[in-house]
């Protein structure tokens, strides 16, 4: 069972699942940590992201926030030649339109960082 634990937190994570397998409202995750670097907080948030288990559905326009920050730091801008086109689905529609609209913006890439972080601890505040 212990290794069951271990297995369900990411490497360098502090959060805590409680045996009902949601996280530990006491505990708090490393991109929570303002003792951090941005860069740390950030890198923490994204693995956080890949194994956290929300008890309640997170709407898709919620998950698309993330997204689109996500893109728009590793990626850059979304071009619109790169727009998926009909036949390219709905998905990926949405998902391009999620980055366009944060490249819009005009943010830097820390800013993205900041409002990437705030939008997960939201999510895992309202979710969790």
Not at 71 to 81: L, P, T
């Amino acid at each position: 069972r212990e290794r069951e634990r271990e297995r369900a937190q990411p490497e360098g994570a502090r959060w805590v699942r409680s045996e009902e397998g949601g996280v530990d409202d006491e505990a708090m995750a490393d991109f929570e940590d303002e003792s951090k670097s941005l860069d740390e907080r950030f890198t923490a948030a994204v693995d956080f992201v890949k194994d956290f288990k929300p008890s309640k559905s997170v709407p898709t326009d919620r998950k698309l926030i993330l997204y689109g920050l996500y893109k728009q730091i590793h990626v850059g801008d979304a071009k619109d030649e790169e727009k998926p086109g009909f036949f390219g689905g709905w998905e990926a529609g949405k998902k391009w339109n999620a980055w366009k609209e944060v490249t819009d913006k005009g943010l830097s890439k820390d800013e993205c960082k900041k409002e990437y972080l705030e939008e997960l601890k939201k999510q895992k505040q309202e979710f969790e």
